[in-house]
């Protein structure tokens, strides 16, 4: 997941870690609308764990952003019962931006904002280091 105040990307990946593919991002209208629909998409891919990606400066160190997650990431556990990791998520926008500048328009429409496939990085650099 790419938490953001607009947007929230999400990505999921297959039983093995081998796939990983952007879902449609979600709009962060609010806290309850935002969980509603992520309980949806927790039952509908059959979600058993999540992964929240932290903004980290890029000295590696945190600031306000990493603690907007945080205390986010902490409701969501609380609120969907599911463990919950964190993950560094430096510069997945900007490889993100980079992929989507190259894709149709019929493309873009399906993920609905870049934010789901900087969570598809985050996901794939997530299994690989692990």
Not at 12 to 26: A, F, K, Q, T
């Amino acid at each position: 997941m790419d938490y953001g105040s607009k947007n929230v990307g999400l990505a999921s990946n297959d039983e093995l870690g081998v796939v990983v593919r952007p879902l449609p991002s979600i709009p962060n209208r609010s806290r309850r609308d935002l969980l509603n629909r992520l309980r949806t998409v927790v039952r509908e891919n059959a979600i058993d764990s999540l992964l929240i990606g932290l903004p980290l400066n890029m000295d590696g160190t945190s600031g306000e952003a990493v603690e907007r997650v945080r205390h986010f990431a902490a409701f969501l556990a609380q609120e969907l019962g599911l463990p919950l990791r964190e993950f560094d998520e430096r510069l997945s926008t900007v490889e993100a931006m980079e992929m989507w500048r190259c894709m149709s328009a019929r493309r873009q429409r399906r993920y609905r904002t870049v934010d789901s496939l900087a969570a598809a990085f985050i996901l794939e650099r997530f299994l690989k280091e692990t």
